[in-house]
């Protein structure tokens, strides 16, 4: 038997090599100084005669390269001796570098790259140097070792350079490389780390840092427990902003753009966790397509957290402003918010006056009077249409559009619409339930009410009774009609026929739903037949059958066995007999199921059970949104409704 060994070749190591970024080619090198316990590293661009950079220098004075090491880390790809410590050899501080990848990221920059280093070696200090060519990535050639007296540290120059890389040469470099390493010297403040003469210093460059406290999130396969998240804002103006991720406090793995708006507002944000330490450690972290489903979600919850602290940081900027207007009599509103939906309409309008006194001369010159009858029309539009806040603002005010275009975002992500859509939609819905408890329990109408026009009416306006997100609905269908319908739903073809109940006889079903399943699989499809049965009716083996006719002549149907189907059949009563309760209460099923089968079941359900259902969740709904729903609106929605379906 042979044994092969692997080899990473050439183009492999190019391709790993590779970043169109250089500030970060450059950290990488740093971050292996700060590894090797470097208390200062300092990055020099050498120039020529005419200013251009010709050269690369990062150098340190950490434990240096001893021969062993040499050996081992340069002649390995993945098998740094980093791979299994966590926390530096003599400082204790924690690791960045993990595979020994990062010395190639030179590749992008520079056609060689040269270690010179000095290690202390059983007593004594040895120095050696190390060379990698650009074009042979494969081979490292390493010099012999000599006694030296000199401090131990190593020197990493990368020359000459593939392109001008002039980008490196000034205050925009420097600010993105700070925003690297701020937080590590943050974590270690006895580190120095210099770039091209200018040392990374939180105390100048840094106007607020604020720590987001964090709850586990759920993930689609685990549960994040660690997650620490630090925003910084800066004092000047940096290149894009960016979310830095790190296995521990201080350190960058990898980085992703925000995406979060934050008008007036320079900043960066910095997640650490276990989970970005095994990403990075799998290569995946830098990337911009990276869709791990866990990871997603994870970033998504980032960028909440991000948006719901710059709106609070936006809200706070426009305090003092709403002060002086409160003093002078121009704010209008009084007192205290009465409740959540106002909470947030008074701080879209705040944010929203900052705006207009930030970029109106006019206004901020004009009287109180003037102040407040503008701001009276601002706080009418914000109150009863949002979303055009916008463009009453450009009209208005003439905001730059830039502004808008950040306003416009941030109003989108404060959901004030969406949450007054929400408190009419809630509204709406407590009164149908309210509506639907009358017509079943009422004495006076229970004996009255009927499925036809009354029941069915109800519900077919309203299908959240048994869930939501139905993209069809189809009341009072026949079989042949919910075939034809599943047909077009799933985009099968072939021959259509009448579909008849066992007996012959043609089935009319009271509702017919449809949905998409909610999840990364579109393709999935959930149907839903309901018959409804009148409040004074008590059902038994007749109206039970009649549902399982309707389902053995479903289930003879070819769309029927569709993979990509679950069929629910609802009968829906007030009271059952001792027959239909003896086949719900089956032993090692759920409680109302009379029949289940692959893709289908069968379920009795009382308009108890219904309502109970609905209610729980939209009192769910409530208690997330907090929003409250007048009794007097509700009574005017039940009034108007109850005209509609209810004939006395």
């Known amino acids: ?97 993990k595979e020994g990848r990062g010395r190639l990221k030179f590749f992008s920059l520079a056609r060689r790259a040269k270690w010179t280093s000095v290690a202390a070696v059983d007593g004594r200090r040895v120095a050696l ?52 390493f701020a937080p590590y010297i943050l974590q270690y403040p006895g580190v120095r780390i210099i770039y091209n003469t200018f040392e990374v210093d939180p105390r100048i460059t840094i106007h607020r840092t604020h720590d987001i406290p964090q709850s586990p999130i759920v993930c689609p396969s685990r549960t994040i427990n660690d997650l620490r998240l630090k925003v910084i804002e800066w004092n000047a103006p940096t290149e894009g902003r960016q979310i830095f991720f790190g296995g521990d406090n201080g350190i960058v793995l990898g980085s992703q753009a925000a995406y979060v708006t934050a008008p007036n507002f320079t900043y960066s944000a910095y997640a650490y966790s276990a989970f970005f330490r095994e990403l990075a450690d799998a290569n995946l972290l830098d990337l ?69 006194s930030s970029h109106s001369r006019e206004f ?50 404060t959901e004030l619409g969406n949450i007054i859509s929400s408190s009419s939609l ?36 309203n299908t959240w009774l048994f869930g939501e997100q139905f993209h069809f609905t189809m009341p009072e269908v026949g079989l042949t009609k919910v075939m034809e319908r599943v047909a077009e739903d799933l985009g099968t073809k072939g021959k259509r026929h009448k579909v008849t109940k066992p007996d012959g006889k043609r089935g009319r079903a009271d509702q017919f739903l449809g949905r998409v399943v909610p999840g990364p699989i579109q393709s999935k499809r959930e149907y839903l037949i309901i018959e409804l049965k009148r409040p004074s009716l008590k059902i038994g083996r007749k109206e039970l059958d009649q549902v399982e006719d309707y389902m053995n002549a479903i289930r003879q149907q070819p769309d029927f066995s569709h993979t990509d189907t679950t069929w629910h059949f609802f009968l829906i009563t007030s009271e059952y007999d001792d027959s239909v309760e003896a086949r719900i209460s089956q032993s090692g099923r759920a409680r109302g199921i009379a029949q289940e089968g692959d893709g289908y079941t069968l379920w009795v359900k009382t308009w108890a059970e219904v309502l109970r259902e609905s209610d729980a969740r939209h009192q769910f709904i409530q208690d997330k949104l907090k929003i409250e729903v007048s009794d007097a609106d509700i009574e005017a929605r039940i009034n108007e409704l109850t005209k509609a379906v209810i004939k006395a």
């Open 364 to 413: 901020a010159r004009a009287d109180s009077s003037l102040k407040l009858m503008t701001l009276t029309f601002l706080k009418e539009a914000v109150k009863h249409n949002p979303d055009a806040i916008s463009r009453i603002l450009r009209a208005v005010v003439n905001l730059p559009k830039t502004q808008q275009n950040e306003f416009s975002e941030l109003l989108e992500r």
């Open 1 to 97: 038997m042979t044994i092969l060994s692997l080899q990473a070749k050439q183009d492999f190591l190019e391709k790993d090599a590779s970043t169109r970024d250089p500030i970060k080619a450059i950290a990488e090198f740093v971050w292996n100084a700060l590894d090797a316990d470097a208390t200062e590293v300092r990055v020099t661009l050498d120039k020529n005669g005419l200013g251009g950079i010709t050269a690369i220098k990062i150098e340190d004075n950490g434990h240096g390269i001893s021969p062993e090491r040499a050996d081992h880390d340069f002649g390995n790809l993945g098998a740094s001796h980093k791979r299994t410590e966590s926390r530096t050899q003599s400082l204790e501080r924690a690791v960045h570098g």
């Open 288 to 356: 911009e397509g990276i869709n791990d489903p866990d990871f997603l979600h994870v970033l998504e919850h980032i960028r909440g957290s991000l948006k719901d602290y710059f709106r609070k940081r936006q809200a706070d900027v426009a305090k003092g402003l709403i002060q002086e207007l409160k003093d002078e009599g121009a704010y209008p509103y009084e007192g205290e918010p009465g409740d959540e939906i106002e909470a947030r309409e008074r701080q879209v309008f705040d944010i929203a006056t900052y705006a207009v």
């Open 426 to 461: 809630i509204a709406d819905r407590v009164a149908v339930l309210q509506v639907l408890r009358t017509m079943v329990f009422e004495p006076k109408y229970r004996q009255t009410v009927k499925e036809r026009g009354q029941l069915d009416a109800l519900v077919r306006d």
């Open 129 to 180: 140097s190390l060379t990698i060519q650009a074009n042979n990535l494969e081979k490292c050639d390493r010099s012999d070792t000599s006694e030296t007296d000199a401090p131990t540290g190593t020197a990493v120059e990368l020359a000459p350079l593939k392109d001008t890389l002039d980008v490196l040469d000034g205050t925009d470099a420097f600010r993105q490389f700070s925003t690297i």
